[in-house]
């Protein structure tokens, strides 16, 4: 495999690393499209999540759709239309914005079904104490709820940033200069798709394992909490949220 | 200072109130009594719109909280609540749970709302306790915070919803005692409660719930000696053994 006509013979690997910048620019740009589409998604998850508690039917239902419409069709599908159907709409977007704005707001979805089970595990009686004392629901939620929820929701949210980061690879295929599209493009050109996958995956991998070691043990922190702190319900709340990623 | 008129409340076809009318005065001591599952829950949580009445109309100092736009959230510091289950802030030490509100809802400054709040702490007996949590308390003591949590936000109205059910037997007694204290101050007190003893000594009126109604009411004396009603009599007969 490694002899000098395998596709992963040395000379392939020097090659690689004689380009090490060009992968390093798909590495950057891979984490500036992530980072930004993770903000965006948290700012939707977490607004659509408390929208969808909030007892108020207008809010629950837009809410409730536009989680069932992001989490029932592919991400692909969702970048391929950013990509070539709003031109026609005479919106055309710059292949970063598309990827900030498909992988956020798809991943806002998953971001708000997070939020909204971790809301549920709270007690009932936290949220009627609050009224009491006068906080509006927006008050209970910052002040109140979210602050005990905050622990449930870490593990599968930190998940929800994993995917999020594997799924930006979806960007090569409209060419948008990721790693996953610099592996290609790369290759193409000379052929050596060894090295090039490889590095790649690598890549991924150094950005995703710490986080999802990082959800691994704040889980185990959770499950080690009394039950009334959410110890047994998180599982569950798990299961609910992290099926159907990619 | 609580008036309820034609009060109506229904979940899907159970009628959980049925036409109630109620008045209650400043300062009044009223205690409500009633087998389980006859509407004293539903009865005190509509007077600060937890509960949302079916029909009817609601004033509280003044404000009718039924009407469209009602200030919902203003009326409710001057009628705060303390619950069967406590429903404590278990994120907050006993001080934070104590000037959460006054400083987030009332605007009060920091400094103020604590030096208030060691006050209410002190007179349920639990000033060493300020910055513990409230799972390191005992019910009877998470209970007494919460009643100091309720008079922090210096209501003219306190609403019990059954203080003492959820507590062992030892610990009813300290928070019986507390708000023994209270009702000798000129606050308006509403307690759903089985303690009869408290209801005894401290109410001005006592009512009695059966099926969503106010089947009977009166002073204790008029209570514990001769109940007219025949319902009255068969649950006070069982409560008091
Ligand atoms: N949220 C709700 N949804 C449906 N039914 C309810 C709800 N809350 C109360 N009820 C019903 O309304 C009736 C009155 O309930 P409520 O809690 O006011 O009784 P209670 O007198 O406080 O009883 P307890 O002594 O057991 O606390 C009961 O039949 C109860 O099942
Ligand atoms: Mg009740």
């Known amino acids: 495999m490694f002899s000098s006509t395998g596709p ?15 992968f390093a620019q798909g590495f950057a740009y891979t984490l500036v499209v992530a980072f930004s589409a993770l903000a965006l998604a948290l700012l939707i998850g977490i607004i659509l999540g408390i929208a969808s508690c909030s007892n108020i039917k207008p809010l629950e239902l837009f809410s409730r759709i536009y989680v069932e419409f992001f989490q029932n069709t592919p991400l692909l599908i ?7 159907g709003l031109p026609y709409a005479g919106i055309v977007l710059s292949v970063t914005t598309i990827g900030i704005i498909g992988v956020g707001m798809y991943h806002g979805a998953y971001i708000a079904e997070v939020v909204r ?13 609050a009224y009491s004392q006068g ?3 927006w008050q209970a939620m910052t002040h109140i709820i979210l602050p005990q ?16 980061i594997k799924n930006t690879s979806v960007l090569a295929v409209i060419s948008g200069a990721d790693i996953m599209f610099t592996a290609k493009s790369w290759s193409s050109s000379n052929i050596y798709y060894g090295p090039a996958y490889v590095v790649a995956g690598l890549l991924y991998f150094i950005l ?26 998180s599982r569950l709340a798990k299961q609910d949220v992290t099926v159907g990623n990619s | 200072m609580i008036k309820m008129v034609n009060v109506d409340k229904q979940f899907g076809k159970l009628w959980a109130l049925k036409n109630i009318n109620l008045e209650i005065s400043a300062g009044e001591k009223l205690v409500v009594i009633g087998p389980s599952g006859s509407g004293k829950s ?28 009602a200030p919902v959230a203003k009326v409710r510091q001057s009628a705060a609540m303390v619950f069967q289950s406590f429903n404590l802030y278990p994120h907050k030490t006993v001080l934070e749970n104590l000037t959460l509100a006054p400083i987030k809802v009332q605007g009060i400054e920091k400094k103020q709302a604590e030096e208030s709040a060691m006050k209410y702490l002190e007179r349920v007996g639990l000033t060493e306790k300020a910055h513990n949590y409230p799972s390191q308390l005992s019910g009877g003591q998470q209970q007494r915070v919460a009643i100091a949590r309720a008079l922090n936000m210096h209501p003219k109205i306190i609403l019990f919803d059954e203080p003492t059910s959820a507590l062992d037997p030892e610990m009813i007694q300290e928070v019986l005692d507390v708000m023994v204290g209270l009702s000798k101050d000129n606050i308006t007190m509403v307690v759903v409660t089985h303690e009869m003893g408290f209801a005894r000594q401290v109410a001005d009126r006592i009512i009695f719930m059966d099926e969503g109604e106010i089947v009977e009411q009166g002073t204790p004396e008029h209570f514990f000696s001769n109940p007219s009603s025949e319902r009255t009599k068969l649950f006070l007969s069982k409560i008091l053994r």
Not at chain 1, 8 to 22: C, E, P, V
Not at chain 1, 78 to 84: R, T, V
């Open chain 1, 8 to 22: 992963f013979a040395w000379f392939k690997w020097q090659a690689l690393f004689a380009d090490w910048q060009i």
């Open chain 1, 78 to 84: 969702q970048i391929f239309f950013l990509y070539n």
């Open chain 1, 117 to 129: 089970s971790g809301i549920g595990s709270i007690a009932k009686g936290q949220l009627e104490a």
């Open chain 1, 135 to 137: 906080f509006t629901y």
């Open chain 1, 149 to 164: 929820a905050k622990t449930i929701i870490l593990p599968p949210l930190t998940m929800q940033a994993v995917n999020l």
């Open chain 1, 208 to 233: 995703c394992y710490p986080l999802a070691n990082l959800a691994k043990r704040l889980e185990d922190k959770v499950n080690a909490l009394p039950a009334e702190a959410g110890g047994k319900k």
């Open chain 2, 42 to 69: 539903t009865l005190i949580r509509c007077m600060n719109y937890l509960e949302k009445p079916t029909s009817g109309q609601i004033f509280v100092d003044g404000i009718e909280i039924t009407a469209h736009k």
